[in-house]
């Protein structure tokens, strides 16, 4: 597929996602806390810590990948990483998992944004910028496969060991081996411009690259396109989950098993098949990109998620529909998520990649932070309004977009 020379490290690339994604603890984090008898009112200030801290460092975590090195602050996430999953495995009390979980949150602050500037300084190297979005999607794509490994093996573990907790200790070992993994990555791919660290410097930047992404026409509309569509989509699957459970809930498979494991077994099933079609669709993004130009199919890809939730709050009681609509979501956003980030990359300058792609998260989680609460109110009122006025914005998001281009 690739020339013998850059398979070795597109196979890095690709690895690196899928032993990113075996956290094994994710589909039952919210089980695993209810168990630590924690309420879900100190559950969502749990959440609320971890978007607080992503939003305060996203934007200098990018300025610390594009001054002081990729590789190094990479290693410095893995770290975060592997040492809240420790205190995760150890935690009494709320306290410690406070603890825990501002280290993961600062591990994902590190990671997002600085992988994928990685990515593109290496085919903007190696004259691979037609193949941008073909090797995004294909290491997303393995990213993907470790989500859905990562989901099936997770109903053998729950069932099998004394508890949900030591699935945080099973993860650290796949995050041991990406760090080492990292380490063998090209010297060139760490891009220092500083060999010091200076506040003065750090601030200027974080201003630069805050100006440099609002002011850019061109970047600017990237960015706030992907962190609206990926604000809508993490709302929404959010209140489809609890749909596919409740309707699963009087499906019983196994008459040895209870009510609980049962629950187990769905969740992994969901996420597995979820994750696997998913992985397919990124690794096909590609093929997309002859179907129009990448702004049209931004733009019909609004209608389309429209057209799909406007179905959805119509056949709520529908398992086939209600599933078939959660898939149909995973697909469009892993065909979008590759298109963006070479839409992104092709309009932002190299050295402010990593920053740009770090607000475009940063963006995404205001508005997640915004808008959460207004979804779960009107959540709780209807759940067919919810999705009927999510549908509704879209299409007016789709209709503003043809105006202005024919303006």
Same mark, same amino acid.
């Given at each position: 597929m690739f020339e013998k020379k850059h398979q070795l490290q597109i196979t890095k690339f690709s690895l690196y996602g899928l032993l990113k994604n075996l956290r094994f603890f994710e589909p039952f984090l919210l089980i695993f806390f209810l168990q630590q008898s924690l309420n879900l009112f100190y559950i969502g200030i749990l959440f609320s810590i971890r978007e607080i801290i992503i939003y305060i460092f996203e934007i200098p975590s990018g300025v610390i990948a594009d001054r002081y090195g990729k590789k190094t602050e990479l290693v410095i996430c893995f770290i975060f990483y592997i040492i809240s999953f420790i205190l995760f495995f150890f935690a009494t009390g709320f306290v410690g998992f406070v603890i825990a979980m501002a280290l993961f949150a600062?591990?994902?602050?590190?990671?997002?944004?600085?992988? =994928?500037?990685?990515?593109?300084?290496?085919?903007?190297?190696?004259?691979? $910028?037609? !193949?941008?979005?073909?090797?995004?999607?294909?290491?997303?794509?393995?990213?993907?496969?470790?989500?859905?490994i990562a989901s099936l093996v997770s109903i053998g573990l729950v069932l099998w060991l004394p508890e949900i907790r030591y699935l945080f200790l099973i993860a650290i070992i796949p995050y041991v081996i990406d760090l080492l993994m990292i380490l063998t990555y090209p010297s060139y791919l760490n891009e220092k411009r500083d060999t010091s660290f200076s506040m003065k410097s750090f601030i200027k930047s974080n201003i630069e690259g805050i100006t440099y992404t609002f002011k850019d026409q061109k970047v600017r509309r990237a960015v706030f396109n992907s962190s609206t569509y990926q604000a809508f989509f993490k709302a929404i699957k959010d209140y489809i989950q609890p749909l596919i459970l409740a309707i699963t809930g009087s499906i019983i498979v196994f008459s040895s098993l209870d009510n609980d494991q049962h629950k187990t077994i769905y969740i992994g099933i969901i996420y597995t098949v979820i994750y696997f079609i998913s992985a397919i669709s990124s690794r096909n993004a590609h093929l997309v990109q002859d179907l129009g130009s990448h702004k049209a199919l931004i733009k019909w890809m609004w209608l389309i998620t429209g057209i799909v939730l406007l179905i959805l709050s119509f056949m709520l009681s529908s398992l086939i529909i209600v599933f078939g609509v959660f898939i149909v979501l995973y697909v469009i956003m892993n065909i979008r998520k590759p298109i963006m980030i070479d839409v992104i990359g092709e309009a932002t300058i190299d050295d402010k990649r990593a920053t740009v792609l770090s607000i475009e998260?940063?963006?995404?989680?205001?508005?997640?932070?915004?808008?959460?609460? +207004?979804?779960?109110?009107?959540?709780?009122? !209807?759940?067919?309004?919810?999705?009927?006025?999510?549908? !509704?914005?879209?299409? +007016?998001?789709?209709?503003?977009? $043809?105006? =202005?281009? $024919?303006?």
């Open positions: 600062l591990g994902e602050a590190f990671r997002s944004g600085t992988h =994928k500037a990685m990515i593109m300084t290496y085919m903007d190297r190696h004259g691979l $910028k037609e !193949s941008k979005t073909r090797i995004y999607g294909l290491t997303r794509s393995y990213s993907l496969i470790g989500s859905m998260a940063q963006m995404a989680s205001i508005m997640i932070a915004i808008s959460a609460p +207004l979804i779960g109110l009107l959540a709780e009122y !209807s759940m067919q309004a919810l999705f009927i006025t999510l549908a !509704s914005l879209m299409f +007016l998001i789709f209709l503003f977009s $043809k105006v =202005k281009e $024919k303006n």
